[in-house]
């Protein structure tokens, strides 16, 4: 019963040792600093930083005498430190802690977006050169960090223009673009690539993972000065009063799209049935979205939305129906006495002779 409190304690402890060895060197360069200030900066309460205060005062070298340890002058509520005992230097890394923190890093590096890559990458020099782990035999892949999302990249920082073959989800159609890219960018853990689109004439995003076929032209991007990037604080896709609207009486077990799908309207009907409304890009695509739920997802509205989707789930019946067999031939076999001899065959009738 004690051993998970005998944990916390000394997880507890293992945190205030690293705390006290970088307040002295923090304090060091700070000479006079308040100590609401210190506590702000440290992420801990003035009442923690005084009691490290003084555990302070009976640290230093070994000896222990009143010339070894840690020396500090108050004013007020002002604090100086006047003899660091040598811990003059925040903590080292461990040699875990220099690779988590490499890994990390290259992770960043990798991600599509980062406004500085440069400066994560000098970054990690740094920490590769102090913590000898330049070469260090860590191979870092994002999820969907594939050859295309490194060709992309590739084209967004030379600024060449592309040709893709894309396929667009929402209308369930591939069609073949010219577009000059501006950005690449990591959303819910799917790469994408921002570009002026030349057959849209417009801004447009598309998912990597749904470029069937990609070739850099021998052309730069050109980018018009009315392309503006997406602000994609809040998402990809962004629902606005001029989508279509629908509704759909939900069970549940398709409750699911209240937190996947950003939802106008959410409220509670009959039993465990829901009403959700939410923005669609197209009814096309929402067809193909009912058409994946289960038997507890029902259109409300729009009609022509429930029409559709009747059409097409009848359609798919149609397609696995099976004809009935025709009934099949029933041979009648003429009874036979059996006290008499065999009749109609003549071999087994010459057998008898």
Not at 19 to 45: C, F, H, K, S, W
Not at 209 to 219: Q, V
Request: negative net charge; glycine residues 8%.
């Amino acid at each position: 019963m004690t051993r998970p409190a005998a944990r916390g304690g000394s997880r507890a402890s293992a945190d205030r040792l690293a705390r006290l060895l970088n307040l002295v060197p923090y304090l060091l360069a700070r000479p006079g600093i308040e100590i609401a200030e210190a506590a702000g900066d440290l992420g801990v309460t003035d009442r923690q930083l005084r009691e490290d205060l003084e555990l302070l005062w009976v640290c230093g070298l070994p000896g222990y005498g009143p010339g070894d340890l840690i020396d500090m002058a108050f004013d007020g509520d002002r604090v100086t430190i006047t003899y660091d005992a040598g811990i003059d230097r925040p903590l080292r890394l461990t040699p875990d802690e220099a690779l988590a923190l490499v890994v990390a890093l290259r992770m960043l590096a990798e991600t599509p977006g980062v406004a500085n890559r440069e400066a994560v990458e000098r970054a990690l020099a740094k920490i590769e050169d102090a913590g000898d782990l330049v070469g260090a035999p860590v191979a870092v892949r994002l999820p969907g960090d594939t050859p295309r999302v490194e060709a992309l990249r590739t084209a967004v920082k030379g600024g060449r223009a592309l040709r893709i073959t894309y396929y667009t989800a929402a209308r369930d159609e591939t069609t073949e673009r010219v577009i000059d890219p501006l950005r690449m960018l990591m959303v819910g853990g799917r790469a994408y690539v921002e570009a002026w689109c030349r057959r849209a004439e417009a801004v447009r995003l598309f998912r990597a993972d749904r470029i069937d076929a990609i070739t850099e032209l021998p052309e730069p991007a050109t980018v018009p000065p009315q392309a503006v990037p997406h602000d994609l604080t809040e998402g990809v896709f962004r629902p606005s009063p001029d989508l279509p609207l629908i509704t759909l009486r939900i069970g549940r077990s398709e409750r699911w799209i209240t937190e996947y799908y950003p939802c106008e309207r959410v409220e509670a009907g009959d039993g465990d049935q829901w009403l959700v409304s939410l923005r669609v890009t197209d009814l096309g695509w929402a067809r193909r979205f009912v058409l994946g739920l289960g038997p507890d997802a029902v259109v409300v509205a729009p009609a022509e939305l429930a029409e559709q989707v009747r059409a097409a789930a009848t359609a798919a019946l149609d397609a696995y129906a099976v004809p009935a067999p025709a009934p099949a031939a029933v041979l009648r076999v003429p009874e036979v006495d059996a006290t008499s001899e065999p009749a109609g065959d003549p071999a087994v009738a010459g057998r008898t002779q």
